[in-house]
C-alpha cells in the first residue's frame, strides 16, 4: 500500500508535529533557535538493545543520529552541549522505545 514501512512514515509524523511545536515554544519565549547559552556538554546514550531503528531521532538531531545502509542505528556523537537540551529533550520523549536517554 504504501511505499515506505509504516515506522518511518510515523517517524515523519513526530518529526513534522514536533518541529511545529519547537517553533512556537520559542516564539513564546521571544526568542530564537538560534543558540544563545554559553555550552557545557550533555552525555547521550542509546540502549540499541531496545531500539528498533524507526529513525525518529535521526530525522530529528541527524548530526547525532544516523540509520545506516544496514538500517540500524548509528549514534554520530555521545555528547551535545548544554544549549541543546530542549532539542536533545524532544527527541527523548519521541523515541517511541524510550532507547535514548541522557546524564
Ligand atoms: S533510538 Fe529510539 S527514536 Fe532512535 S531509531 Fe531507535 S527507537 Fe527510533
Not at 530525522?59 to 544549549?83: R, W
Amino acid at each position: 500500500m504504501y511505499g515506505k514501512p509504516l515506522k518511518f512514515i510515523l517517524a515523519e509524523y513526530i518529526v513534522v508535529h514536533h518541529r511545529g511545536r519547537r517553533a512556537e515554544r520559542h516564539r513564546h519565549r521571544g526568542d530564537t533557535p538560534a543558540r544563545t547559552k554559553e555550552s557545557r556538554m550533555i552525555q547521550v546514550k542509546v540502549d540499541f538493545g531496545r531500539c528498533d531503528a524507526n529513525g525518529t531521532c535521526a530525522a530529528l538531531m541527524p548530526d547525532v543520529f544516523h540509520i545506516g545502509e544496514d538500517g540500524l542505528l548509528q549514534q554520530l556523537s555521545t555528547q551535545v552541549s548544554e544549549d541543546r537540551g530542549d532539542d536533545l529533550e524532544e527527541v527523548i520523549l519521541c523515541c517511541p522505545l524510550g532507547a535514548i536517554s541522557r546524564s
